[in-house]
């Protein structure tokens, strides 16, 4: 009897683990802003080319960051979900991955900042390559950044896979600890809201 005990709670165990790692989705092209090993994981699900997370990070990720991030509380995951037109959406993001873990945070930051001056430019490239400067990227590591086949499919197949097991849809999207925070684009005090929620 015990060893049957013993199955279902080993079955049991295993079918939680495969439950919190759908939830827990993890990539090697993920970055992370802030401590590692900080109590709650937030996800952000954007897009370089969306106006509505162009404003979350120049309005609500200041806020996010000096009272959640900053402070050891929480650590912020980007994951790109690439919307119209896609090609500019996934290259911008593409350029923001190929400057590296320490400067990819500046850049993406920067290329959201300045999204309504290159995304609307007749000459986009030209404008995104400007800011890569701004980042030690020369134009030659840029355009070999944009033939990387492989980055552009891991961050298309990452964007489908948020949309197949996560429920995003709409950028930006939020998850706090997995869960997705209703309303497409989330003010500070929602998102502080659920955060505490979560805290306590």
């Known amino acids: 009897m015990k060893s049957v005990v013993n199955l279902l709670a080993a079955a049991m165990l295993l079918f939680a683990a495969g439950?919190?790692?759908a939830q827990e989705l993890q990539y090697k092209i993920d970055r992370v802003m802030g401590k590692a090993d900080a109590p709650i994981t937030i996800v952000e699900y954007a897009s370089t080319t969306c106006p509505h997370c162009a404003v979350f990070h120049h309005e609500t990720l200041p806020k996010l960051k000096a009272e959640w991030i900053d402070t050891g509380r929480a650590k912020l995951i980007y994951r790109d979900f690439p919307t119209g037109p896609k090609a500019l959406s996934v290259g911008a993001s593409m350029i923001a991955h190929c400057a590296g873990p320490e400067r990819y945070f500046p850049l993406l930051g920067l290329i959201m900042d300045k999204q309504s001056q290159w995304a609307g430019n007749s000459n986009p490239l030209g404008e995104l390559k400007k800011l890569a400067k701004l980042a030690g990227m020369g134009e030659d590591k840029v355009d070999a950044c944009l033939k990387d086949q492989d980055l552009a499919n891991a961050i298309e197949a990452?964007?489908?896979?948020?949309?197949?097991?996560?429920?995003?849809e709409s950028t930006p999207s939020i998850l706090i600890n997995g869960k997705l925070v209703p309303g497409g684009g989330v003010s500070y005090d929602t998102l502080n809201k659920a955060l505490q929620a979560v805290a306590k």
């Open 19 to 21: 439950a919190a790692g």
């Open 158 to 168: 990452r964007a489908m896979e948020g949309y197949k097991k996560l429920g995003v």
